[in-house]
């Protein structure tokens, strides 16, 4: 099979082949339930680096023992509004499904919530947890650490993750304002998907082990990313450590590990917060002005050679529309990549 043949395949069918190989690696049926959603969602927004492709990286981990599939995690209370959460090393989705959900209750009461989360992994698309605070009329907000693969501002060694950040922000008509981004130049999952289907990157977005700017996807990987913004991305990523890592007193630098180092436990942190809009104001005169605010940006003039202005979030919608409909694309690496991990566990694929 060609890297270049591509398939479509209907989310329900993702779905199900991620949810039959996570029972089968041993994880719980409704743990299992929330990673495969959670894989599926990113590929139907278009996010395909933080799809259905990571799962054989996660099968692995669970098959070296390297992700706890037992047991829950342990919440403690510092404040009525903060919590810390030990994720006990489980699946990053597990956890950061839990730290939402906690951190929704406790601004249903307070007003706000926030958890500070150690000992978690990998947490795939940070949208799909951010976005479930939209359903409470809330705000949420996701931050996480990550390997250290960006340099300082003017550096060319790897000492920041790529550290993403999601924020929800409901609205009436128009579709939630939903920012999720890493504070590289562009996520590593999109350089590693690069590498995998033999595509180059654009320059200005990694250096090589030299710290020469560098197209090859390959070199990337084994350099360090780009900060987006210059020394504005450089201090973004710089805080997203300060209020992960070193908040809840977890891993920091060479102490947090990629998800494809199996030398040890991830050793991810996150920091997440729900912010119940009703506590600051009446939720309908917030959704209104949202509205007026998201139109007058559609409406703004245009810069030469634009069609249409996007808000953020809604390249994902217009991509999960179209996907729901025509079904998800596969390239014919990452068919043959799950394929030899459905087979390890004779499951039916392609």
Same mark, same amino acid.
């Given at each position: 099979?060609?890297?270049?043949?591509?398939?479509?395949?209907?989310?329900?069918?993702?779905?199900?082949?991620?949810?039959?190989?996570?029972?089968?690696?041993?994880?719980?049926?409704?743990?299992?339930?929330?990673?495969?959603?959670?894989?599926?969602?990113?590929?139907?927004?278009?996010?395909? +680096?933080?799809?259905?492709?990571?799962?054989?990286? &996660?099968?692995?981990?669970?098959?070296?023992?390297?992700?706890?599939?037992?047991?829950?995690?342990?919440?403690?209370?510092?404040?009525?509004?903060?919590?810390?959460?030990?994720?006990?090393?489980?699946?990053?989705?597990?956890?950061?499904?839990?730290?939402?959900?906690?951190?929704?209750?406790?601004?249903?009461?307070?007003?706000?919530?926030?958890?500070?989360?150690?000992?978690?992994?990998?947490?795939?698309?940070?949208?799909?947890?951010?976005?479930?605070?939209?359903?409470?009329?809330?705000?949420?907000?996701?931050?996480?650490?990550?390997?250290?693969?960006? +340099?300082?501002?003017?550096?060319?060694?790897?000492?920041?993750?790529?550290?993403?950040?999601?924020?929800?922000?409901?609205?009436?008509?128009?579709?939630?304002?939903?920012?999720?981004?890493?504070?590289?130049?562009?996520?590593?999952?999109?350089?590693?998907? #690069?590498?995998?289907?033999?595509?180059?990157?654009?320059?200005?977005?990694?250096?090589?082990?030299?710290?020469?700017?560098?197209?090859?996807?390959?070199?990337?990987?084994?350099?360090?990313?780009?900060?987006?913004?210059?020394?504005?991305? &450089? #201090?973004?990523?710089?805080?997203?450590?300060?209020?992960?890592?070193?908040?809840?007193?977890?891993?920091?630098?060479?102490?947090?590990? +990629?998800? &494809?180092?199996?030398?040890?436990?991830?050793?991810? #942190?996150?920091?997440?917060?729900?912010?119940? @809009?009703?506590?600051?104001?009446?939720?309908?005169?917030?959704?209104?002005?949202?509205?007026?605010?998201?139109?007058?940006?559609?409406?703004?003039?245009?810069?030469?050679?634009?069609?249409? @202005?996007?808000?953020?979030?809604?390249?994902?919608?217009?991509?999960?529309?179209?996907?729901?409909?025509?079904?998800?694309?596969?390239?014919?690496?990452?068919? #043959?990549?799950?394929?030899?991990?459905?087979?390890? &566990?004779?499951?039916?694929?392609?």
């Amino acid at each position: 099979m060609q890297d270049s043949d591509v398939k479509h395949f209907e989310h329900e069918e993702l779905r199900d082949l991620s949810y039959q190989v996570l029972i089968k690696a041993g994880v719980d049926e409704k743990e299992a339930e929330i990673i495969s959603d959670s894989l599926i969602k990113a590929n139907l927004r278009g996010v395909d +680096s933080h799809g259905i492709m990571r799962l054989p990286g &996660y099968i692995e981990r669970a098959r070296e023992g390297l992700i706890n599939l037992k047991g829950s995690v342990e919440l403690n209370s510092r404040e009525s509004t903060v919590f810390i959460m030990d994720g006990k090393n489980k699946f990053g989705q597990i956890v950061t499904y839990e730290a939402i959900n906690k951190a929704i209750n406790v601004a249903d009461d307070n007003g706000i919530g926030i958890v500070g989360v150690k000992n978690s992994n990998h947490l795939g698309m940070g949208a799909y947890f951010s976005m479930m605070a939209l359903e409470h009329d809330m705000i949420g907000f996701i931050i996480s650490n990550s390997p250290p693969t960006i +340099s300082a501002w003017g550096g060319a060694e790897a000492l920041m993750g790529t550290n993403p950040l999601s924020v929800a922000i409901p609205a009436g008509e128009q579709l939630p304002v939903v920012v999720d981004m890493a504070t590289s130049m562009v996520a590593r999952g999109k350089i590693r998907w #690069s590498a995998n289907n033999n595509k180059s990157i654009p320059e200005g977005w990694a250096l090589n082990k030299n710290g020469e700017p560098t197209t090859d996807p390959e070199e990337a990987l084994d350099g360090v990313l780009l900060p987006f913004g210059g020394p504005k991305g &450089y #201090s973004i990523a710089l805080i997203i450590s300060i209020l992960t890592g070193v908040l809840s007193g977890s891993g920091i630098g060479d102490n947090v590990k +990629s998800m &494809y180092d199996l030398s040890g436990p991830s050793n991810v #942190s996150h920091f997440i917060g729900a912010f119940n @809009i009703a506590s600051f104001r009446p939720v309908e005169q917030f959704k209104t002005d949202m509205d007026r605010l998201i139109i007058n940006i559609k409406n703004s003039k245009k810069a030469a050679g634009v069609e249409e @202005i996007f808000l953020p979030g809604e390249i994902e919608f217009n991509n999960e529309k179209k996907r729901l409909a025509e079904g998800i694309p596969l390239s014919g690496a990452e068919i #043959s990549k799950l394929k030899k991990t459905t087979d390890k &566990y004779d499951i039916k694929f392609f």
